[in-house]
């Protein structure tokens, strides 16, 4: 009998952020335990693509099960937030009670505190982590958080797999007297975006702000830039991935984002790998992402402490810790390392 696991998430094609970029890694630590296949539960395109793949995803569980009646099936749920958890909930109850089916859920919601303060968000978060044979936290503040508020006693730690290029290349420090702060990450409220741009008017003229990412806050994010006469020194790049992503990171000099609602955040772990001093809020999930000597956190939003913090990271460039982040990261969260984790949940939850 062989493994074979079923990821039950948002089509990661086209997606931007979150789940979206972390479920091809995690297939790909999937596939070093056994065979793995894909059901979107969710794609881009209104209503319809939130609920036909849902409405599908019933009968091709149906279809995993007849095909694969020989091996031993784990499913692996990857809620995400609001109508999502309701979505997978359903799901989770149907292969658990219904079909009597081995499953994983992982609990990656940013608004993990919120939602355990709300009755109605409170129960139906926790009624899913409850499904799960295995439940997974990525972080051991989410961990302990739900096991204080709740009686849930089924999850373990198991932070997002990241598979670091063979070759990264390397970050060059220019002595040409420009400082590049990038932020990266979904424009939404409690990013930290707002904050980060008007640091900029505390720091030094030779230091200028891009921008990677697209979301809600991106029309209010341009006006306040012009509003601060910031034009000039900070720019707004859009979504960015693959090599565009790769050049903003080889050719920047300090990560920021203050966020006070990540609830792991892959852009921290991709900024350490280039070797990129991080400013970040004192968020304790982020802090366990971030490597401490790497590190410069604030524990407020305020623009002049952020500015402060900056000019701290920069001077992190100028102390010697070659391949520091990026050692880091691999012997943390690489994609063998979680593997590992992985393939012993899957046998509690066959044992």
């Known amino acids: ?61 149906i279809a995993v099960l ?12 990857h809620p995400g937030s609001g109508f999502c958890i309701i979505r997978m909930l359903l799901l ?21 505190e919120q939602y355990l303060q709300n009755t109605t968000w409170r129960f139906l978060l926790l009624t899913l982590i409850r499904c799960g044979h295995r439940s997974v936290a990525l972080t051991e503040f989410a961990k302990e958080l739900i096991e204080r508020e709740s009686s849930v006693k089924n999850l373990e730690v198991v932070p997002n797999p990241y598979r670091i290029p063979k070759q990264p290349p390397r970050k060059k ?23 980060t741009v008007k640091a900029m008017k505390y720091l030094p003229p030779n230091y200028r702000l891009v921008i990677g990412g697209e979301g809600p806050l991106g029309v209010s994010l341009g006006k306040l ?80 402490e952020i500015a402060h913090a900056i000019l701290r990271a920069n001077e ?9 982040g990026r050692k880091w990261v691999d012997s943390t969260f690489g994609v063998e390392i979680i593997a590992k984790k992985i393939g012993r949940l899957i046998e509690h939850c066959h044992s």
């Open 173 to 195: 420090i220019r002595d040409e007297g420009r400082v590049t702060i990038l932020s990266l990450g979904r424009l939404v409220d409690g990013k930290g975006f707002a904050e």
């Open 225 to 304: 830039i012009a509003d601060e006469g910031l034009s000039e020194r900070v720019d707004m790049e859009g979504w960015v991935s693959g090599d565009a992503k790769e050049e903003l990171l080889r050719n920047s000099h300090v990560f920021c984002l203050p966020s006070q609602i990540d609830s792991f955040g892959m852009s921290f772990v991709e900024a350490q790998v280039y070797e990129l001093p991080i400013v970040a809020f004192a968020h304790p999930p982020v802090m366990e992402v971030v490597h401490q000597p790497g590190g410069v956190f604030v524990r407020s939003s305020d623009p002049q």
């Open 316 to 324: 992190l460039n100028y102390q010697s810790r070659p391949d520091a």
């Open 66 to 77: 007849f095909v694969r009646r020989k091996d031993r099936i784990t499913f692996h749920i």
């Open 1 to 61: 009998m062989s493994d074979h696991n079923v990821v039950l998430s948002t089509e990661p094609e086209g997606g931007k952020g979150g789940i979206a970029t972390v479920v091809p890694i995690h297939m790909e630590a999937l596939n070093l335990i056994g065979s793995t296949q894909l059901i979107p539960t969710h794609r881009g395109g209104g209503a319809i693509g939130k609920i036909l793949p849902w409405v599908a995803s019933f009968f091709k569980i």
């Open 92 to 112: 989770a109850l149907y292969l658990r009670f219904v079909l009597v089916q081995r499953t994983v859920v992982y609990v990656h919601t940013p608004y993990l």
